[in-house]
T-cell receptor, first 112, second 117 residues
Framework: DAGVIQSPRHEVTEMGQEVTLRCKPI?????LFWYRQTMMRGLELLIY????????DSGMPEDRFSAKMPNASFSTLKIQPSEPRDSAVYFC??????????FGPGTRLTVT | AQKVTQAQTEISVVEKEDVTLDCVYE???????LFWYKQPPSGELVFLIR??????QNEISGRYSWNFQKSTSSFNFTITASQVVDSAVYFC??????????????FGQGTILTVHP
């Protein structure tokens, strides 16, 4: 079975540009999570969805960040406009009924 | 509020040594899940184990074993006869069972394990 799929794997962009990260969860999973990992702050939960509905977005750092889950098999995390401090690895994870989360390979974002 | 503490920031051992990674948690929930994840140098986060709070049996999987003690709110992870490939960051995590926030993980800060040949 395919795991969580994230694209792109690497993204380099200039400050001020819009960035869109994509995630396809494991088929059948009903929860989806977006995380950000940096050396300084560790692993941070940004937002998560249950059954495509956003449950908790308290971790989203600013209004520049937005996430959508239009259907059970796709989610996006958008940063507009991007800033150098947004540089991090962004992980998407999915789970079934609150059990263990399975993580995607991550997207390494560099904003110059 | 839930909290997970991994007091050991970094551990360094020589191959074939046994090593234990400590995890202490706080929660007001009577029922919850505990997890361990591994993050090797390649960067992906790999699920290792889930333990239900109502099941205090210890578990062994090959060289890995987990000791869950509800009385001390600890869920420690032991690697026996460590190998270089065990070098990674290990995260302990906690989630509530049911409720509005079910599935949301509270992670510890992670323990960096380095196994030298």
């Amino acid at each position: 079975d395919a795991g969580v799929i994230q694209s792109p794997r690497h993204e380099v962009t200039e400050m001020g540009q819009e960035v869109t990260l994509r995630c396809k969860p494991i088929s059948g999973h009903n929860s989806l999570f977006w995380y950000r990992q940096t050396m300084m702050r560790g692993l941070e939960l940004l937002i998560y969805f249950n059954n495509n509905v956003p449950i908790d977005d308290s971790g989203m750092p600013e209004d520049r960040f937005s996430a959508k889950m239009p259907n059970a098999s796709f989610s996006t995390l958008k940063i507009q406009p991007s800033e150098p401090r947004d540089s991090a690895v962004y992980f998407c994870a999915s789970s079934l009924r609150g059990l263990e989360q399975y993580f995607g390979p991550g997207t390494r974002l560099t904003v110059t | 509020a839930q909290k997970v503490t991994q007091a050991q920031t970094e551990i360094s051992v020589v191959e074939k040594e046994d090593v234990t990674l400590d995890c202490v948690y706080e929660t007001r929930d009577t029922t919850y899940y505990l997890f361990w994840y591994k993050q090797p140098p390649s960067g992906e986060l790999v699920f290792l184990i889930r333990r239900n709070s109502f099941d205090e049996q210890n578990e062994i999987s090959g060289r890995y074993s987990w000791n869950f003690q509800k009385s001390t709110s600890s869920f420690n992870f032991t690697i026996t006869a460590s190998q270089v490939v065990d070098s990674a960051v290990y995260f302990c995590a906690l989630s509530e069972y049911g409720g509005t926030s079910y599935g949301k993980l509270t992670f510890g800060q992670g323990t960096i394990l380095t196994v030298h040949p």
